[in-house]
Structure formats: structure tokens, C-alpha cells
């Protein structure tokens, strides 16, 4: 994605929904407007925690990679970051995104987490699940590890949220909404580790026998939106195109998350601009 492109989409989103996005402006000190029904098939856009607007942000839709958000926030609290884990041959043989991860090796905690947030790995997500999850049932570790996930999402009240597996594939039990998914991002900015490597461009991770992998990050807007901090991507077929991105300037934060979401770069762009405008006309 070009950063020319992604602005002039953006500033069509902008221009287009001017007026509608100033009648929500002002709605959005009650309550969500659903201003902008189109971006996706449901979203969520805050500024400094405060709803902003939102649409069928209750509606529990498949979430992609975006599971990987629960699945790196129970390896935080599990602790232990820089202890080696070896690869099982259920991570290894993880298909979609990967690393290239081989059965066998060791590769940190800390690395396989940039690994699973960076680059969506899921060799590098399904590595980490069965690592933590071995210290609660070694015979089912993954099973285990998405038992974690579902009892966490409990306790963050997560209640349109259900994991059947750590790396987002497409599953009928896996679900979650965009409300859920803004509070569950708000949980993952608040661990330090988590919120740096959201940030990340590019990583270089090591095995324990030195070998070098490389890759790029997911998310396009880390490049070509100014104050952009993360968060996460995901795509599968039956989710769609999914994103929460995060937006820091001047002191202030947005956060937006959209489920399936067929522009959603150009489409987050022009809602995060939109929802800095408010802020703007605020002090006018």
C-alpha cells in the first residue's frame, strides 16, 4: 500500500461522510452513533477510550489473526519471556502465515511473541499455545492453552468472545464482536512488551543454534499513517479482512476495530482522520 493511495482514499472517505461525520461528532458524547454503515460488517471507533461511533459492534463474527491479541496476552501473564521453547511438530506444521519455524528448534518466548504480533505467524502463535499450555495438560497443550484464552476472556467480560483455537483459523465456535475486541485491546496495550511490538516495522529473531529468520509486519499503516502504533490484522475467508489499529497524536488515542472490512486500510484511514476531527472541532 503507497502512502499517496492510502491518503487520497482517505481523503474521499473524509469528504464523502463530512457531513454525516459531523452530526455523529456531536451525538458522540451520549452514546455510538452508527455513522459510517458500510466499512465493515461491524466496527468500533473511540478517542481517548470515549465511543465515538459504532455499528452491530455486538454482533459475533469470526476475528482472524485478531484471536492471536488473547492468545500473546496470556503468554505475557504466563511470564518467563526469555525461556526457551521447543518447536512441536504441531506448530511446525502450522499452515497460513509463518515464520518458518522447524520442529525442534528453540526460539524464546519474547521472540515467538513479536513473531505471532508482528508478522501473525502462526507457527511461531501455535509454538507459544503449546508451551504454555504443556504446564497445565501436556497430553493436550493447544486445548489446554485455548482453555486459558476462553477463562481470560471471561475475566476481561468478554462476553460475545469464544477461542477453539490460538491462531485465528476459520472455526463455527471461534467468534467474537468489536466491542469485545476494543476492551480486549485496551488489556493488550497495558502490557509494555505487547504495545512495543505492535509498533515493530520489521523483526529479526534468533534461534538457539543461530539461525536468523527475518520478516515484515502486516500492518500497512505502520508505514503510511502518521502516529499509527498497531495493533493487529487478520485475514481468513470467512472473516474477511479485519484490523484494530491504534492512532496516537498530540496526546490523544484512537482505536478502531473493523470485522470484515473490505477496504479496511483505506476505510480505517478515513475514520481515524474523521474521529481526529473531532478533536479539532472541539477546541474551534
Known amino acids: 500500500m503507497h502512502a499517496s493511495r492510502t491518503f487520497a482514499r482517505a481523503c474521499a472517505l473524509v469528504l464523502g461522510l463530512a457531513c454525516a461525520g459531523s452530526r455523529s461528532s456531536m451525538a458522540a458524547a451520549d452514546a455510538p452513533t452508527d ?51 521447543e518447536v512441536s511438530a504441531g506448530a511446525a506444521a502450522e499452515t497460513g502465515t509463518r515464520i518458518g519455524l522447524r520442529r525442534g528448534e528453540h526460539v524464546t518466548r519474547r521472540d515467538l511473541l513479536l513473531a505471532a504480533m508482528v ?117 481468513t475467508p470467512a472473516a474477511g479482512r479485519c484490523l484494530v489499529a491504534i492512532v496516537e497524536r498530540d496526546g490523544h488515542r484512537v482505536l478502531a476495530v473493523l470485522l470484515h472490512a473490505p477496504e479496511r486500510w483505506w476505510d480505517s484511514v478515513g475514520l481515524v482522520e474523521l474521529a481526529f476531527e473531532t478533536v479539532a472541532a472541539s477546541i474551534r
Not at 455499528?55 to 519471556?81: F, N
Not at 463455527?172 to 515493530?200: G, N
Open 35 to 85: 455513522a459510517y454503515p458500510d466499512v465493515a460488517a461491524a466496527y468500533w471507533v473511540e478517542l481517548d477510550g470515549r465511543p465515538l461511533w459504532a455499528g452491530r459492534a455486538d454482533a459475533r463474527l469470526p476475528m482472524a489473526s485478531l484471536a492471536k491479541l488473547m492468545a500473546v496476552l496470556v503468554a505475557v501473564e504466563q511470564g518467563d519471556l526469555d525461556a526457551w521453547v
Open 119 to 235: 508478522r501473525s505467524a502462526n507457527d511461531a502463535c501455535r509454538a507459544l499455545a503449546d508451551d504454555v499450555g504443556a504446564a497445565v495438560d501436556a497430553g493436550d497443550p493447544a486445548g489446554a492453552f485455548v482453555a486459558r484464552m476462553n477463562a481470560r476472556a471471561a475475566e476481561l467480560g468478554l462476553s460475545d468472545t469464544h477461542y477453539a483455537n490460538p491462531c485465528g483459523h476459520d472455526d463455527p465456535a471461534q467468534h467474537t464482536s468489536a466491542r469485545d475486541l476494543a476492551v480486549l485491546s485496551r488489556a493488550v496495550l497495558a502490557e509494555p512488551v505487547l504495545a512495543d511490538a505492535a509498533q515493530r516495522r520489521e523483526i529479526r529473531i534468533a534461534t538457539a543454534r543461530g539461525r536468523i529468520l527475518s520478516a515484515r509486519s502486516t500492518n500497512a499503516l505502520l508505514t503510511d499513517l502518521p502516529g499509527a502504533r498497531g495493533l493487529k490484522t487478520g485475514t
